[in-house]
């Protein structure tokens, strides 16, 4: 028997993490593929996907050396935000209603569940690589 002072195993939760992290990325990843419509080149979960990266990418470096805690919304705001701007400037650039376009784009191409996917995925990614204690 170990002392008062055990520590406790931290692989577990991070392993679960990970997992989660996959399933819900691999979800967003699917859910693209299968809703594209190449046809009409039309690829809006691709696009999120892409745009959720790079924000994640600018953003993570900056928000590294925060704590978890108060690290883990802005990374999910970040992803969030990331996501939905191509749609945006696809809209803009086309001249286009954003609202339509983003209705469409949620109707016709699935972008809600694109959306939680990744923000659920860089959360459980952001849990998985970062350890509580901030390192």
């Known amino acids: 028997m170990t002392g008062t002072g055990?520590?406790?195993s931290r692989r577990g939760p991070r392993v679960?993490?990970?997992l989660g992290a996959a399933a819900s990325l691999g979800l967003a990843l699917y859910t693209s593929a299968v809703e594209s419509m190449p046809e009409l080149r039309i690829y809006d979960?691709?696009?999120m996907m892409l745009g959720a990266a790079i924000a994640v990418a600018l953003a993570g470096p900056f928000l590294w050396h925060m704590r978890r805690e108060?690290?883990?919304p802005l990374v999910v705001f970040a992803a969030v935000l990331g996501s939905w701007a191509p749609l945006v400037l696809i809209a803009?650039?086309?001249h286009m209603s954003i609202l339509e376009r983003l209705k469409g784009a949620r109707y016709l191409m699935a972008a809600d569940v694109v959306g939680a996917a990744i923000a659920v995925g860089v959360a459980c990614l952001w849990l998985a690589i970062r350890k509580p204690d901030g390192r």
């Open 92 to 94: 803009v650039r086309r």
């Open 16 to 18: 679960a993490a990970a």
């Open 70 to 72: 108060w690290s883990l």
């Open 45 to 47: 979960g691709y696009w």
């Open 6 to 8: 055990a520590t406790i």
